[in-house]
């Protein structure tokens, strides 16, 4: 065979493999898959009639090929913007931007927002008449969140000269007051009168109690008091006589009555005007009988206690360094400690507040305690420069807690579980004049005056228990009889008794006792301890009192010849009874 048909048979097999090899290794069009721009060609698959075309294709080669990359959010969102501005590229695109561009309102002689109800909102640009309360409400929330002037003046037009009181199905009056909120956010005090006034002519039976509470708070914030004070009298007036008070028409106004006061309080106190804002705590006196017969809860209502007695304690303490003129406002006379206001109202209005609430009201009202002295004899007793406040019971009955409670401190009074530890009179000031501890026990003169709600508080020793000599009990009985007799600051004596086991011999003799000797103007009251270790009391109650221990109490009181006195129920555990307490502890401050 010559060596030239050698050489074109070697030709010929050599080009047949190249052709074999390049088509198992050319990849099928989905297989191909690009990271990036530069990224190299993934094969996904070799099909069997490839693998068989050569033999130097191995699955190990196969499988040695590189496994497909899973993208992460970054890589993902870069490559969508890459295909988005690849798309915007092209001719197409350019087409379709020039065609909404000669949509534009500048194309066609318009400028944005200059036509009468024209708005710069992307949402709602324009309001007709065939536009929904969605759609203007909107345009409000959007205008006032942005406070777009120009906005809120059209769509006051809008709602006040372009439509009637039928846009909306109804609904243009409460479009009103949001109107006028969203303007007095805006400093507009005009045109939130403006759109008040016609809310009130032409929507008055349509006006919903919380929209007028609203428009209150508003007024407020822009110091137009006599226009709030117009507002919540005329719109939240309470119901008439004879008029249900406990329909959901009467609860709605009630409580935003009730909450829009609230508001009035709270800004008053904060802006440092006392004699308006005790005014207004009056009125909430006043209504909080009402609020009881209408039903309303303590969650149904949501009054902000604390805010009140922050806003009180606050004017108070401005008060105190004698930066308010008190002599403004002459017609309403302020109590020793204007937190004290805000107390009278939270006493009448349905109870459950929480203990940050007592806590701040603890707070506000004790500012600074010391002990002074053990008074054995009358001869003892401290200078009768400020009213008193007087906790007798017997031993383990649990007075020296309940002080401790009362004042908001931990170790005031010491508490023992030993019965009869106090044995002498322990004699408590609050709101002393600052360093007068220092004065007591060290005899520095110590410059300054005492505050205006200063009190004693008297822990006197537990009869029954107390292991002294029946010479020294009697003692503490003729102590006991001349000071409730004669002491002439003496205000309120608190009598503990345990409202597990009721009255015992010696709780009736200390009725009988304060029957016959107790000086007349003093408040006597029961109050029953420990009420949370009530073997009844059932889970998640503060703590009660059983209907046997309660008759036999009434019993005991009405031998004694003290049926009319006040019975508290209180816990030092729960704090039950705090309030209360503090609503007789009000007489001492204040004489």
Same mark, same amino acid.
């Given at each position: ?58 699955? @190990? ?20 913007? %890459? ?22 309102? #500048? #194309? ?93 002519? %032409? ?24 226009? /709030? ?47 308006? #804002? ?37 004017? %108070? ?62 001869? &003892? ?16 009955? &649990? ?29 408590? /000031? ?85 029957? %016959? ?57 729960? @704090? ?16």
């Amino acid at each position: 065979m010559s060596s030239s048909y050698i050489s074109k048979s070697s030709f010929v097999v050599t080009t047949a493999l190249l052709l074999v090899t390049a088509s198992a290794f050319t990849p099928q069009r989905n297989s191909l898959q690009r990271i990036g721009n530069n990224a190299p060609p993934i094969f996904s698959t070799v099909t069997r009639s490839d693998a068989s075309s050569d033999a130097s294709v191995s699955s @190990k080669d196969v499988a040695a090929a590189p496994e497909q990359k899973k993208l992460s959010r970054p890589e993902r969102k870069a490559l969508e913007r %890459e295909q988005k501005q690849n798309r915007y590229s092209n001719s197409n695109s350019k087409r379709y931007r020039q065609r909404r561009k000669h949509q534009t309102p #500048a #194309a066609n002689g318009e400028k944005k927002g200059e036509g009468p109800y024209d708005l710069n909102s992307n949402a709602v640009k324009k309001l007709t008449k065939e536009s929904t309360a969605d759609d203007v409400l909107r345009a409000i929330k959007r205008a006032q969140n942005m406070h777009d002037h120009h906005d809120i003046r059209h769509i006051e037009n809008f709602l006040i000269d372009e439509v009637d009181e039928h846009f909306a199905y109804g609904y243009r009056g409460s479009l009103l007051s949001r109107l006028a909120v969203a303007a007095l956010h805006m400093e507009d005090v005009d045109m939130a009168l403006k759109a008040i006034e016609t809310r009130h002519t %032409e929507h008055r039976s349509t006006m919903l109690p919380l929209e007028s509470a609203a428009i209150v708070r508003g007024l407020l914030r822009m110091h137009k008091v006599s226009d /709030a004070i117009n507002v919540l009298d005329d719109e939240l007036s309470l119901p008439l006589p004879g008029t249900p008070v406990d329909t959901p028409e009467s609860q709605e106004k009630i409580k935003h009555r009730v909450l829009a006061m609230a508001s009035m309080i709270s800004r008053h106190f904060f802006e440092f005007e006392p004699h308006l #804002a005790v005014k207004f705590c009056q009125k909430l006196v006043e209504i909080g009988p009402l609020v009881h017969e209408s039903g309303l809860t303590t969650d149904t209502l949501g009054m902000p206690w604390l805010r009140l007695i922050q806003g009180a304690a606050k004017c %108070e303490s401005e008060r105190r360094a004698e930066r308010i003129n008190e002599e403004e406002h002459g017609d309403v006379e302020l109590p020793c400690n204007l937190v004290y206001s805000v107390l009278d109202a939270m006493s009448v209005f349905p109870s459950g507040n929480s203990d940050e609430v007592y806590e701040a009201l603890s707070n506000a009202l004790v500012r600074r305690t010391i002990f002074v002295d053990g008074v054995v004899n009358i001869g &003892g007793l401290p200078e009768a420069d400020r009213g008193e406040v007087v906790f007798i019971g017997r031993s383990n009955v &649990g007075k020296s807690s309940l002080v401790n409670m009362v004042t908001n401190r931990k170790s005031l009074a010491y508490t023992s579980k030993r019965p009869g530890k106090t044995q002498q009179f322990n004699y408590f /000031a609050v709101n002393d004049k600052p360093e007068k501890e220092r004065e007591i026990k060290y005899g520095d003169e110590i410059e300054g005056e005492k505050d205006k709600d200063s009190f004693y508080i008297v822990d006197f020793p537990g009869f029954g228990f107390a292991q002294v000599p029946q010479q020294q009990r009697q003692k503490w009985v003729e102590f006991t009889n001349e000071y409730i007799s004669k002491r002439e600051n003496l205000k309120v004596v608190f009598h503990l008794v345990d409202a597990r086991h009721g009255p015992t011999s010696e709780d009736e003799k200390i009725m009988k006792q304060m029957s %016959e000797n107790l000086r007349k103007g003093v408040t006597y009251a029961i109050v029953l301890t420990k009420a949370d270790k009530n073997g009844k009391n059932k889970e998640g109650k503060k703590g009660q009192v059983s209907k046997k221990v309660m008759e036999k109490l009434r019993q005991s009181m009405s031998q004694a010849k003290v049926g009319d006195s006040p019975v508290i129920l209180t816990s030092s555990e729960t @704090k039950l009874g705090r309030d209360d307490i503090w609503r007789y502890l009000k007489h001492a401050a204040q004489s």
